[in-house]
């Protein structure tokens, strides 16, 4: 067996009949991106490829132009796999019980990650936290395989979780190894402004109303470096929305030009928050979600709040205070 995690994962694979793909609840660009670019290719070298997500639906509207989408939760799952693969998941938690129990009959449990270190819980974990996306590890992956079996379905899910986890190649994740392996997709023809503009720019006239209804009430802190947006049950309920609409609202209070950290606040259900840190600079966004349990990138990150609203609020507050205050003191 080698130490490298490429070519012992690709071993795996090669030797695997059945290959089931895990993605995380409220999957992202990138978690799709990556169990469809791994369908496609895992199908082209013969393997029976079953993908399964724990959201409903599974695969958001906004992300279903992607090639191949309906085959996502599409199988019987079968008894056992040969191997069992994560993809994006930071940790098990993000899988939930339910795929989480399934995960763990895999014969050959994998994970293909690029969140800031965590329990490993796979017995062979490829995680690059400095990877942009979890889809530019794959393109690497698949490339030592066999780069001639990418073709454009492939490219366009690779790109497109390159381009939901980089902002559009805006955020400080994105490196040149990022700009060239999205140069190289480019080269299947497929279309980057459609892309970018369905993926990040496009919103239905529902989430339009939503974040007129939750922006207008962003509480701010500390001289305006703390934002705060809250979603009440009755906004999602009034605008005919849930929570998988609030994706990219945050990054509009995070573009205010004084703020250091952003926050969403997102009630799930009775006492259920679905929580998000966005940051600039040097205030770390995972740093915030750790302290309840989540975790994420330096400058995203994301957990899970639970209590009486005022009372989760409160503590989220002081911990970006504190977390504010350890940065302007360094
Ligand atoms: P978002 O705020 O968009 O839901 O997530 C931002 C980042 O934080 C993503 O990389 C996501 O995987 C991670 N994240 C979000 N929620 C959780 C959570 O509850 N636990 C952990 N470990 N990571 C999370
Ligand atoms: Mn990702």
Redesign the pocket.
């Known amino acids: 067996m080698t130490n490298n995690p490429y070519l012992e994962i690709i071993e795996h694979l090669k030797k695997a009949n059945t290959v089931a793909i895990y993605m995380h609840i409220n999957p992202?660009g990138?978690?799709v991106g990556?169990s469809l670019a791994l369908y496609s290719f895992l199908s082209k070298v013969g393997k029976n490829v079953h993908c399964f997500s724990a959201s409903d639906p599974a695969v958001p509207k906004k992300l279903q132009f992607l090639p191949n989408s309906k085959v996502i939760n599409k199988f019987q799952a079968l008894n056992k796999y040969d191997v069992s693969l994560g993809v994006?998941v930071g940790d098990a938690g993000r899988l939930g019980d339910a795929l989480y129990k399934q995960y763990l009959k895999g014969q050959t449990k994998i994970v293909i990650?690029?969140?800031e270190e965590n329990k490993d819980f796979a017995d062979i974990t490829l995680r690059e936290n400095n990877a942009a996306?979890?889809?530019q590890i794959l393109y690497k992956l698949m490339s030592y395989w066999d780069k001639d079996l990418i073709d454009k379905d492939i490219a366009i899910a690779l790109y497109t979780?390159i381009v939901?986890?980089t902002g559009s190649f805006s955020f400080s994740n994105t490196s040149t190894e990022t700009h060239q392996i999205a140069s190289e997709l480019l080269k299947y023809g497929l279309d980057n402004a459609e892309i970018n503009r369905r993926v990040m720019k496009d919103v239905s006239y529902n989430v339009f109303n939503l974040r007129n209804r939750v922006l207008n009430n962003t509480k701010f802190y500390n001289d305006g470096k703390i934002g705060i947006i809250s979603y009440k049950l009755e906004d999602f309920e009034k605008t005919n929305t849930t929570e998988n609409d609030t994706e990219g609202t945050i990054n509009i209070v995070l573009n205010i030009d004084s703020i250091e950290i952003a926050v969403s606040i997102a009630e799930i259900a009775d006492k259920k928050y679905k929580i998000s840190f966005r940051t600039k600079h040097k205030v770390s966004a995972a740093a915030c979600a750790k302290t309840f349990g989540g975790g994420g990138?330096f400058h995203a990150a994301g957990c899970r709040g639970y209590g009486h609203f005022e009372d989760v609020y409160q503590k989220i507050l002081s911990v970006c205070q504190e977390m504010l205050d350890h940065y302007d003191a360094n």
């Open positions: 992202d990138d978690c990556s994006d990650d690029h969140h996306a979890t889809t979780g939901t986890d990138h």
